[in-house]
């Protein structure tokens, strides 16, 4: 540990703030851990800079920076690109105003590169050639890969590619044997990544469906229903795909139905449909087997399935792109997705006195496709757009119609649309500022129930990075989560909730989406 980087105590701030004492600075392989003594009053953040050079007032504007609560009293400085850095800390109020010392800076700290990350690979048949496909790389590129590379488990290299075309075809499986397969990503140094996966290839059948318990996220599930009501019957099919390199015979068997025998050629799919029908709301558990004497690779042949029943219809509607959340029951991006698994793709639309726009965009004989009408209320006056809708409605009844309302007391026109079927769901925004006082939703679901639409009515709540304020990540989702609870507290029959929107802090969707299951579906949401 170098001295230098524990003697630093006593950084002298100026300006109301005053000062803050340096504990330690630890570097490890996860990244360097700082730890600061206590902060002055009015500080209420630590912002923390890390560049290879000294930090002057010059050259901060290059520094990486990085925020955290100045009441915790440490952080981990996750890893970057190694060798040596320095660290600069500086306090801020809560208007952000900053105070530091350039003079006193911790450094030159010796430090471990980040690991790259393991590279999660897509297996695609495509005439009958099997394809590793590579993930897209974010165009920030902030690990520098520049290339990918195809290995054997025995370490030997069978190909690379570009960033430009990052898949690569199998070569035909040698009669008799079998190999295994990685992708690994290539920095701009020449690093590689670890193996994530690996995919065994060769000259016998291979039957197989996806592990992954969550249907959101997985591609050899299909649903009907997104959440099927208890008592009632719905639909589920499940993928099975012979990924080896001959054809075969196996047997499927799944839970409470009767086995049945599939035959695959190599690189062959099949789908087979189940009826449902579970007797209580909640969680259930469905498994499927896979079994075929000439399988080399029975560890891919099974599925144990997380499937969620529920007492009446639930929404968890995202303004924005949501596919890669595990509960949620609709967006507006990816429509095949909100299909596969039985929810509902809602296109944002915008206010209009026409139904012909409408008419062009929805097809009659989909239902799966609908729309986040945005929006109406405050200054829009909706009795003309309404009058649209309704004439939309003659043509294209099966249409979905959730509305956004701004503001928490709708306007008579607005009841009498969700009460005549207009609108089949009202999203009032009801958007929230972290560390405000929430106080104001008891009466608006009060108003809701008086009106006589809360049954048709979910409560949408602000989920963006701007209504975090100055709250970190976790104290956004915390918050959030208190709301969650006190709606589903006071207005049990309200079917759901919406969010505004999915650009939110790094974790709080995948937070809030979890807190769907808590409230909605399991243990917390029984009434």
Known sequence: ??????????????????????????????????QWKETAPAARWILIRRSPEKITAKNRIFAESFRFDARVGKALIPAGDGGSNFYLLSELDELGRETCDYRVQTGPVKESARKLTPVRFQVDIRSGKFFLVCPEIPLRNPERIVKFR??????RTVAEQGLSKSEFVLPSPVSGQFTEYTVCSVDYRGREAEAAEWFRYGDFPDFRISPVQNPAQNEDVELQTRYPLAGSTSRIGFRITNAGGKAGKAKVAVTGQSEQEISLEAGKSTVLSYEWKPEKAGRHQLRVDISSAADRTPENNH????????????????????????????????????????????????RTTSAEPFRKMFSQADPSFGMQYDELGGDHMPEAYLAA??????????????????????SPAIVRAVKDGTVDLLM?????????????????????RKLGILNKTVIGLGTAAGYAGWGTAQQHAEYLEKQIALIRKLAPESPGLAFYSSATLPGVKEKVDDLCRKYYLEEGGQE
């Open 150 to 155: 195809l290995k054997t488990r025995d370490g």
């Open 428 to 448: 009032p925004e009801i958007y929230y500022t972290w560390d405000r006082k929430i106080d104001g939703l008891k009466e608006t679901i009060k108003r809701f």
């Open 303 to 350: 599925l144990d399935l997380i499937l969620h029943a529920v007492r009446k219809p639930l929404h968890f509607i995202w303004y924005g792109a949501a596919a890669d959340l595990i509960y949620a029951t609709a967006a507006a991006n990816d429509p095949a997705h909100w299909k596969r698994i039985g929810g509902l793709s809602l296109r944002i639309t915008s």
């Open 389 to 410: 809708l309704r004439e939309f409605r003659k043509t294209h009844p099966k249409v979905f119609i959730a509305l956004w309302y701004i503001g928490r007391k709708p």
């Open 1 to 34: 540990m170098q001295k230098t980087l524990c003697a630093l105590t006593g950084l002298l701030l100026t300006g109301a703030l005053g000062a803050l004492e340096i504990a330690s600075c630890r570097p490890g392989t996860d990244g360097t851990l700082i």
